[in-house]
């Protein structure tokens, strides 16, 4: 079954949690002397392809082989010993240690029991100038800067593996000189004959180092292409899932209408924040849905944050009916009537322990202030009232919330900001993980909301779902606001397009 | 050049000189090796628990249970040695499996149910004490010809200063502590675990074995202590050594050791233990101050270390910053 000249081969990666799929019959080759990227948005199932292929979990379905063998590593330990070495983007060495110290951990040179410090430093330094760094091995790793923590991960995992090199997200906190640098190191591993793989989300970085890419969406395997013969619009559909073609908006004309009478109460000005999200305008009317399209890390999550305060701007005003307001807080953004349910449910959004009638009276009361208690009895009647707007299931308020399912979870999210009679709600992901049916009601209810009047931001990576519920929709890329789409030419070709052409630009530069 | 992590060490260094100078400016009685020897065997007992103390915070964790095992201790060996008639060696080897045993049963209640080190010392600290008054509540003497030779034995310092067995034992268990910390893979592992058990254990390092193992260790030097203990006062008394636990802490924590885990040195414990017993020392010769005014020292070394610690962490980044800046400013 397998193939002989791979170095590491998947078949059938299958993988689930609590029962929902992670993974589902992917397939995965890596071959000798090769950079190869894996991509995917937020849950596409990257990290858990990875993890299985690092012995951090064990697999439900599939075999995997390295070097003809077949293998299953039970934990990180028995990987590296076969070989599979991984660098993780922050958890990784220990800034605590030395340099030596941390190359070495667990296999430090020993003298008569004793570790032989003076062998350790010699070593490492020999180590270390392979890659080009000459440093002071002794002094602690946290006094040097991440692109040199880096490499002496790097340095770590090949000595200690060897066959394969994993970097999940290695750039993620560089500047474009140690990406650079970082970049020579690989190609010279990749010299090596080692084969390695690289999690990222900048599209120019894969096209720069990587040799062949593989995709994965929803749990599943896209494909697998060579990145020489694959143009990067069509790479962004397959990240995106979206087959190109033209679609044709029903819903336009009235849209149109809602566009051009209504005046936006609510203006954001060269809004921004230096590293965060670059200076936009955006500005928001009554019964309208602004979509923010963009790929992961691309901004999309910044700039909810900077919306609803979580994040302060520094450039630029926010107004709501032509008066200035400071967005300092949450708090100060739920004050002037805003929501937000974020990306992150399990750990952002919900109290797992709360009830669901709790959960739902959370912002109301946050508005109202601690000093006016709701009484058990409104938060009853808040509850069942939503429960049964929102056809939230079980339809027991006083059930805790994290034994709802996540598309009930949402609903309960959804019902929290209603509950307090937002003018503006910010969706961070509103569909993510949950199922088809949940799916389908809550795209009907931002339909229902903005008909009512309401104003709402949605932020998604589904394409489809962006062209179906919004009027307009904002593409981000590499944390800029790069186009506005709207009207005939708002289609998921042309947001592809846009995120396409302003990635070619930066290349350009 | 000093290391930054060497700092707190080197500070507490500096001012215990600078304190035990000024010491014997004002008693001059105070530079004889006469107190010097005192001050170590009075001290035998808390530095030996100390050192592991040290170990444990190293690794990010606390051990309440310290001054307990030595209570438990002290009554169990006076109980076998002094009623029952039992050799002293079994009686100490016996405490010692015991405590060793209690340690590692603590580790691996923190290690495999995940419960905070602060629980279950807690817990470990009640059970320990109540083991000892269960033994007795009376204070037991104790006397056997070999308890008396160990307590006889010392070495002459040029000066009429005693180098006694128990300030030998301490010293003793400080240089073994010293090598283990800084030149064995246990005592990597440990510093490792201190700085994030999560990469450590990515990075595998055996965490549940060594975990064990501190607490095991922690639990025989308490042991240990217990019998130096014992030797010092000659007696067994289960009311005893109460906060015990807490003078160690402090003694590792003005030493240099961060609470947070990862950094520090078993020679700073010493230095701590050696500002203790100054403090104690100098109340001594002064006769008017209160022996209270020792807690009262200590409690401010404790505030200025924590502040010292912070402050180091907090310029050691900025100057990472600045440095990135600079870096980043000369590329453009």
């Given at each position: 079954m397998s193939d002989k000249n791979s170095l590491l081969e998947a078949r059938g990666i299958g993988k689930s949690f609590l029962g929902i799929?992670?993974?589902?019959g992917v397939d995965f080759t890596l071959e000798r002397g090769e950079i190869h990227a894996l991509l995917g948005e937020n849950g596409a199932g990257k990290s858990t392809l990875i993890k299985i292929l690092t012995g951090v979990y064990s697999r439900d379905h599939g075999n995997m082989w390295l070097d003809g063998a077949e293998v299953t590593p039970a934990n990180v330990a028995e990987a590296q010993a076969l070989g599979i070495g991984t660098v993780y983007?922050?958890?990784?060495?220990?800034?605590?240690?030395t340099v030596a110290e941390n190359l070495f951990l667990g296999r430090q040179p020993r003298r008569f029991g004793l570790i032989d410090r003076r062998e350790m430093r010699r070593r490492s330094q020999a180590l270390l100038s392979r890659y080009g760094l000459d440093i002071?091995?002794?002094?602690?790793?946290?006094?040097?800067?991440v692109a040199v923590r880096q490499i002496v991960a790097i340095a770590r995992a090949v000595d200690l593996s060897g066959k394969v090199l994993v970097l999940d997200e290695?750039?993620?906190?560089?500047d474009a000189h140690e990406v650079e640098m970082l970049f020579s190191v690989l190609s010279k591993l990749r010299e090596d004959g080692l084969g390695i793989i690289i999690i990222t989300h900048f599209l120019n970085q894969v096209y720069a180092v990587a040799d062949r890419v593989t995709v994965l969406r929803n749990g599943r395997l896209v494909g697998t292409k060579k990145l020489a013969e694959l143009p990067r619009l069509e790479l962004i559909s397959m990240m995106l899932g979206r087959e190109l073609q033209h679609i044709t908006r029903e819903h336009q004309a009235q849209e149109e209408t809602v566009a051009s009478t209504a005046e936006a109460p609510i203006r954001f000005s060269g809004y921004g924040k230096r590293g965060s999200v670059a200076p936009f305008d955006l500005h928001i009317r009554p019964g309208e849905v602004v979509g923010v399209a963009g790929l992961?890390?691309?901004?999309r999550t910044e700039t909810a944050f900077l919306l609803f305060g979580i994040d302060r701007a520094d450039s630029g005003t926010a107004t709501v009916d032509d008066r200035n307001i400071t967005l300092s807080s949450p708090e100060a953004a739920i004050t002037n009537g805003f929501g937000f349910c974020p990306e992150e449910r399990k750990t952002d959004g919900i109290?797992?322990?709360?009830s669901v009638a709790d959960n739902i009276a959370l912002a109301l009361q946050a508005r109202q202030g601690w000093s006016k208690p709701i009484s058990s009895r409104e938060k009853a009647a808040l509850a069942e009232s939503f429960i049964k707007s929102l056809d939230?299931?079980?339809?027991?308020?006083?059930?805790?919330?994290?034994?709802?399912s996540g598309g009930n979870q949402q609903k309960a999210i959804l019902a929290r900001w209603l509950a307090t009679n937002p003018r503006l709600l910010i969706l961070d992901?509103?569909?993510?993980?949950?199922d088809i049916g949940a799916h389908a009601e809550i795209l009907k209810m931002i339909e229902r909301l903005c008909a009512e009047g309401m104003s709402l931001v949605v932020i998604s990576s589904e394409l489809e779902e962006l062209t179906a519920v919004a009027h307009r929709v904002i593409v981000l890329s590499d944390r800029r606001h790069v186009a506005e789409l709207s009207g005939d030419r708002l289609t998921a070709d042309n947001i592809m397009q846009a995120i396409a052409s302003s990635a070619r630009m930066e290349a350009a530069e | 050049m000093i290391h930054s992590r060497n700092l707190p060490f080197v500070t507490t260094l500096g001012i215990f000189v600078v304190a035990y100078a000024l010491c014997v400016m004002q008693?001059?009685?105070?530079?004889s090796t006469r107190v010097i020897g005192n001050l170590l065997t009075d001290n035998a007992f808390l530095g030996i628990a100390a050192v592991g103390m040290t170990f444990v915070i190293l690794s990010g964790g606390i051990d309440l249970s310290i001054g307990s095992v030595i209570a438990f201790t002290s009554v169990f060996t006076a109980v076998m040695v002094?009623?029952?008639?039992?050799h002293p060696l079994i009686a100490f080897a016996a405490v010692l499996v015991i405590s060793t045993l209690f340690g590692s049963l603590m580790g691996a209640m923190i290690r495999?149910?995940?419960?905070p080190p602060f629980v279950v010392t807690l817990a470990g600290m009640f059970l320990a004490r109540g083991a000892a008054y269960l033994i007795s509540t009376e204070s037991v003497p104790i006397s056997h010809e070999m308890i008396d030779a160990i307590q006889g034995f010392y070495f002459r310092f040029p000066g009429g200063g005693r180098l006694t067995a128990l300030a030998m034992l301490m010293l003793a268990v400080f240089l073994i502590g010293a090598f283990v910390a800084g030149r064995t893979r246990f005592g990597a592992n440990v510093y490792a675990i201190g700085g994030s058990q999560q990469s450590a254990e990515l990075m595998g390092v055996p965490v549940g074995s060594t975990t064990v193992g501190i607490y095991a260790l922690s639990g025989f030097l308490s042991g240990l202590a217990g019998i130096a203990y014992t030797l010092y006062t000659s007696s067994g008394y289960?009311?005893?050594?109460?906060?015990v636990e807490l003078d160690a802490i402090a003694a590792v924590v003005i030493g240099g050791?961060?609470?947070?885990?990862g950094v520090g040195l078993v020679a700073g414990t010493f230095v701590g233990i050696l500002i203790q017993g100054l403090i104690q020392t100098y109340i001594v010769f002064d006769g008017?101050?209160?022996?209270?005014w020792t807690k009262i020292v200590i409690g401010v070394l404790l505030f200025v270390f924590i502040v010292l610690q912070r402050g180091i962490i907090w310029y050691s980044n900025r100057k990472l910053a600045e440095s990135r800046l600079t870096a980043s400013a000369q590329k453009s």
């Open positions: 799929t992670a993974l589902d983007q922050e958890v990784n060495l220990l800034e605590n240690l002071d091995v002794d002094a602690l790793l946290s006094s040097y800067s290695p750039t993620a906190s560089l992961l890390g691309s901004g109290i797992g322990d709360f939230i299931r079980p339809a027991d308020a006083e059930r805790p919330i994290k034994f709802l992901e509103p569909t993510r993980g949950i | 008693f001059p009685n105070m530079l002094g009623s029952l008639g039992v495999y149910l995940g419960i289960s009311l005893a050594t109460v906060g050791t961060l609470l947070t885990g008017t101050l209160s022996s209270w």
